[in-house]
Nanobody, 127 residues
Framework: QVQLVESGGGLVQAGGSLRLSCAAS????????VGWFRQAPGKEREFVAA????????GYADSVKGRFTISRDNAKNTVYLQMNSLKLEDTAVYYC????????????????????WGQGTQVTVSS
């Protein structure tokens, strides 16, 4: 069992930046692949970014590619999502998710592939 806690959300103007953190506790984090998802009001939850447990592979939704960067520090049991050039349409609740895996380089892009979820952190981008 692993518990996830997101932080770093807030209100930012369009064009600004935020860094989200996903801190894990309960078990060693370095055998868990992690993903970030988001859900805007009235919309379905969507994939944002993913990272393998080795940190060597990353993946992004087309809508955030080139603007967001996912990274991890396994020594700190934390995964980060650096969000730059934020747009109004990035407004959503952001969730991190994790799953154990024996494949150090594999990415998981679907929400149904994750077993553990955080409570979410609100990101609001204003004009």
């Amino acid at each position: 069992q692993v518990q996830l806690v997101e932080s770093g959300g807030g209100l930012v103007q369009a064009g600004g930046s935020l860094r989200l953190s996903c801190a894990a506790s309960g078990r060693t984090f370095n055998s868990y692949a992690v993903g970030w998802f988001r859900q805007a009001p009235g919309k379905e939850r969507e994939f944002v970014a993913a990272i393998s447990w080795s940190g060597g592979n990353t993946g992004y939704a087309d809508s955030v590619k080139g603007r967001f960067t996912i990274s991890r520090d396994n020594a700190k049991n934390t995964v980060y999502l650096q969000m730059n050039s934020l747009k109004l349409e990035d407004t959503a609740v952001y969730y991190c998710a994790a799953r154990g895996t024996a494949n150090s380089g594999r990415l998981y892009l679907g929400s149904s592939e994750y077993f553990y979820w955080g409570q979410g952190t609100q990101v609001t981008v204003s004009s």
